[in-house]
């Protein structure tokens, strides 16, 4: 089960968000996904944010008290996400899993760009699977 990497179970890049993305449209874009947030990439493929359901829920009520609606995903997103390299162990981010936050993260290539997403019923999965196979 140590040979199994992250980028065999993966999904590609089913969702990203630029800084100066309208905050409108990526709520839209997050509410037609099944995804609970998605990474923030600049124009080289690096993730240099992560926007939640949390942030964009925080940032429309109180936008919608003050009756603002020019928010910027870069004006909400967290600036620190965690991600993972696609050649990482599945057995390890199911150790990461347990002991940090993140239910989903960005996958990266060797050169930190972004390629996919993977989430913590994809790693339950693939654990799972070679359980069963065995």
């Given at each position: 089960m140590e040979n199994l990497q992250v980028k065999q179970f993966m999904t590609g890049k089913s969702i990203s968000f630029t800084e100066d993305m309208n905050l409108e449209a990526a709520v839209d874009k997050l509410l037609a996904s099944s995804l609970i947030g998605g990474p923030v990439v600049n124009q080289e493929g690096h993730v240099v944010g992560w926007l939640s359901e949390q942030d964009c829920l925080a940032k429309i009520i109180e936008a919608n008290y003050?009756?603002?609606h020019a928010a910027l995903v870069g004006d909400v997103m967290s600036c620190a996400?965690?991600?993972?390299q696609g050649t990482l162990s599945i057995v390890d981010l199911a150790q990461k899993m347990i002991h940090e936050k993140p239910k989903m993260y960005p996958v990266l290539n060797e050169?930190?760009?972004?390629?996919?997403?993977?989430?913590?019923?994809a790693v339950l999965g693939a654990i799972n699977s070679q359980l069963i196979n065995k």
């Open positions: 003050y009756s603002e996400p965690l991600a993972v050169d930190a760009e972004y390629v996919g997403l993977i989430t913590r019923k």
